[in-house]
């Protein structure tokens, strides 16, 4: 991989990281409330966002200076990763979220007055592992909808 390719992918994961941490700090201290006054309406989602977009970019980072570190730039396609995989990590959040608090996903949520925590933390999870978690539903949607099985039940 070029030189200027790492230092782009170093620099791009290195502002997703503390700059998703600016954007909820902005955000829990009211900063864009009076500018963006819809946004208040799908804050919890965007603290999922971007709590999924810190722990996608701090995995990355962590295997990026571990690859580095080792000399382990083999495949310059590796870049597509240390790019994408944030960034899909972020969506990911937030649908596990929703699908916890649907009562698809088994876990309950503690209620807390102050904000949400808990939702906020399984989003930081679900970006840091977030391939881990899609192998999972990928094997859940597999066995919820996999018609082989049902025919085979039927028969």
Request: hydrophobic share 50%.
């Given at each position: 991989?070029?030189?200027?390719?790492?230092?782009?992918?170093?620099?791009?994961?290195?502002?997703l990281?503390?700059g998703?941490?600016?954007?909820?700090g902005?955000?829990w201290?009211?900063?864009?409330e009076?500018?963006?006054?819809?946004l208040?309406?799908?804050?919890?989602f965007?603290?999922?966002?971007f709590?999924?977009?810190?722990?996608?970019?701090l995995r990355?980072l962590?295997?990026?200076?571990?690859h580095?570190?080792?000399?382990e730039?083999i495949?310059?396609?590796?870049?597509?990763m240390?790019?994408f995989f944030p960034?899909?990590?972020?969506g990911?959040a937030?649908?596990?979220?929703?699908?916890?608090q649907?009562?698809i996903?088994?876990?309950?949520?503690?209620?807390?007055?102050?904000?949400?925590?808990a939702?906020?933390?399984?989003?930081f999870?679900v970006g840091?592992?977030?391939?881990r978690f899609l192998?999972?539903?990928n094997?859940?949607s597999?066995g919820?909808f996999?018609?082989?099985?049902?025919?085979?039940?039927?028969?």
């Amino acid at each position: 991989m070029k030189r200027w390719v790492k230092i782009l992918i170093l620099a791009y994961l290195s502002l997703l990281f503390f700059g998703s941490f600016l954007a909820v700090g902005a955000m829990w201290i009211g900063v864009f409330e009076e500018t963006y006054p819809k946004l208040s309406e799908i804050e919890r989602f965007l603290y999922y966002f971007f709590a999924g977009s810190i722990g996608g970019s701090l995995r990355h980072l962590y295997m990026f200076c571990s690859h580095y570190m080792n000399d382990e730039f083999i495949d310059p396609r590796h870049w597509i990763m240390y790019i994408f995989f944030p960034l899909f990590a972020t969506g990911t959040a937030v649908i596990a979220v929703n699908l916890i608090q649907s009562g698809i996903l088994m876990i309950d949520f503690a209620d807390n007055i102050d904000g949400p925590y808990a939702q906020v933390s399984v989003a930081f999870f679900v970006g840091f592992g977030f391939n881990r978690f899609l192998n999972k539903l990928n094997e859940i949607s597999t066995g919820m909808f996999d018609m082989k099985k049902q025919e085979k039940k039927q028969d």
